[in-house]
């Protein structure tokens, strides 16, 4: 299970959770198993954070920053997104020309799949 406080601070929405990772960013989110179904996480910097079987059902991911995550079973069904970051500047958009998708988010989850010793694996900027 996820931080609640983690858990507190992003439902209380993306200006909120941004303040906080500003604030302390050395602190590594932890959002596993959370309930995020229909939250807008549209600019959220969820960088390095831990978002395995968390529920992002329908979610809105749209410039969410989303490098070096761990992602493990997530659900991301029906997602709002056009495109996120992968990398740590969040500088590259990806994809670069088309919508991002489901199937093309858990692409990059079948090729990123953390470790069992480090949450903090880096996604490549394409999809495969």
Request: charged content about 25%.
């Amino acid at each position: 299970m996820g931080n609640p406080e983690h858990i507190a601070i992003i439902k209380q929405g993306v200006e909120a959770w941004n303040s906080f990772r500003q604030e302390k960013p050395n602190v590594t989110p932890n959002l596993s198993g959370a309930d995020l179904s229909e939250a807008n996480l549209e600019h959220a910097d969820l960088r390095y954070g831990q978002l395995g079987e968390s529920d992002l059902t329908g979610a809105k991911l749209r410039s969410a920053k989303l490098y070096s995550t761990a992602r493990d079973d997530w659900v991301i069904s029906d997602i709002e997104c056009r495109y996120v970051y992968w990398d740590l500047p969040a500088k590259q958009r990806s994809p670069k020309t088309e919508t991002c998708s489901r199937e093309s988010l858990n692409g990059y989850t079948r090729h990123c799949r953390p470790s069992s010793t480090s949450l903090r694996t880096a996604c490549p900027l394409s999809t495969h």
